[in-house]
């Protein structure tokens, strides 16, 4: 079965709220009246109402049972519940003022309406850049125990026959030292495992077991051993160039003794110039469809669009978030 229409019938009469802070982007306009007609889930939209019926009747969007708040206008009781609890949450980092402002910013104030469970997640990000759009997450939502950083995964898909693959870190650490990345490889694994990829973890590196030396060669070596040492039961291998990872010749001639060389399912860039590079060279280049970023290790799913998507990006990084919340709700 096609990975959306198995998740799809997951989240299905779960009625999921998924809040939307780009509420008047019409390619959110319109993911949203989609998923409202497919009966995926309940889209909140966030913005001004007349505004986003306007934008919606000028592209012929349906948005009849959606639900809209705009935060402006948003009731005084419920908004101050929301200061007290982001300025409890932010502990002396934020005083109620401050709160007040910073509570205007729509990214803000939908973490905020995930944080107090008035929605099950959120998907922003084709307006905001990943900073602005992440930040309020990682403030308030904060990782799961055990998690140190969160980080930023796509689903690569292509062809009729499913061919998926997951990459991350794609979208939020610099410059993961060995430990950071070696829970970046395991919550990788993770996620794989939560949209039917069976995970085979490749640490990625321009290097395959000691061919070439150097910091960065050495970071990737570390970061193997100590993912094997986190979770001893996974499939995890490195340090591996790309071909030796994906192609099973290449693996047999660089490193025939690995269980990950040449059947990668999962790959793992060393740091964020290589991942965010490579999976737009993979979507724009080989025809990759990238689902993501899909945040990893939160508490509550957030997921960050690319500013590149189109309305399909939306309506499927909206099912992917709300099959997220399936784990945390
Ligand atoms: C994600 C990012 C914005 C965070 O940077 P920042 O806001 O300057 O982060 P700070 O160091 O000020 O930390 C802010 C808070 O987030 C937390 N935080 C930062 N990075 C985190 C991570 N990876 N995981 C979990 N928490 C994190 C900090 O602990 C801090 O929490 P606190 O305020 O409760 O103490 C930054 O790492 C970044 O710009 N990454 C690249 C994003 C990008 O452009 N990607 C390419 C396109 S997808
Ligand atoms: C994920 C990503 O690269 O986002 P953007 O294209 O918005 O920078």
Redesign the pocket.
């Given at each position: 079965m096609d990975l959306f229409e198995s998740l799809t019938a997951k989240i299905a009469n779960k009625n999921y709220k998924i809040v939307f802070p780009e509420g008047t982007e019409p390619r959110i306009i319109g993911a949203a009246a989609r998923l409202n007609a497919d009966r995926v889930l309940k889209p909140i939209l966030l913005g001004n109402e007349a505004d986003i019926h306007q934008i919606a009747s000028a592209k012929g969007f349906n948005l009849a049972g959606i639900t809209i708040i705009d935060p402006a206008t948003y009731p005084s009781e419920g908004f101050a519940a929301m200061v007290t609890a982001f300025v409890e949450r932010r502990k002396g980092?934020a005083t109620e003022e401050q709160a007040q402002t910073i509570l205007k910013d729509p990214n803000y104030f939908g973490t905020m309406l995930v944080y107090m469970d008035l929605a099950d997640g959120m998907v922003s990000g084709a307006v905001h850049?990943?900073?602005d759009t992440?930040?309020p997450a990682?403030?308030i939502i904060?990782?799961k125990p055990g998690v140190?950083?969160?980080?930023?995964a796509f689903i690569m898909q292509r062809g009729r026959d499913n061919e998926r693959y997951l990459f991350s870190d794609?979208?939020?650490?610099?410059n993961p030292n060995a430990q950071e990345l070696a829970e970046i490889a395991v919550e990788s694994a993770k996620t794989a495992e939560l949209f039917d990829i069976d995970p085979k973890v490749a640490l990625l590196s321009f290097s395959t077991m000691g061919s070439a030396r150097g910091d960065e060669v050495t970071k990737v070596q570390e970061a193997t051993k100590i993912a094997h040492e986190l979770a001893p039961d996974l499939a995890i291998d490195g340090e591996l160039q790309f071909d030796a990872a994906y192609v099973p010749v290449v693996a047999n001639q660089k490193a025939p003794d690995s269980k990950v060389a040449g059947q990668a399912t999962v790959f793992v860039f060393p740091e964020?110039q290589s991942g965010?590079i490579g999976y737009k060279i993979a979507q724009r280049f080989g025809n990759f469809e990238a689902i993501g970023?899909i945040l990893q290790g939160l508490n509550k799913p957030i997921s960050?669009l690319?500013r590149g998507s189109n309305e399909e990006d939306v309506y499927k990084l909206a099912i992917i978030t709300a099959a997220q919340a399936l784990q945390t709700t």
């Open positions: 980092k850049s990943t900073g992440v930040r990682l403030q904060k990782t140190h950083r969160t980080s930023g794609c979208a939020i650490n610099i964020l965010n970023p960050d690319s």
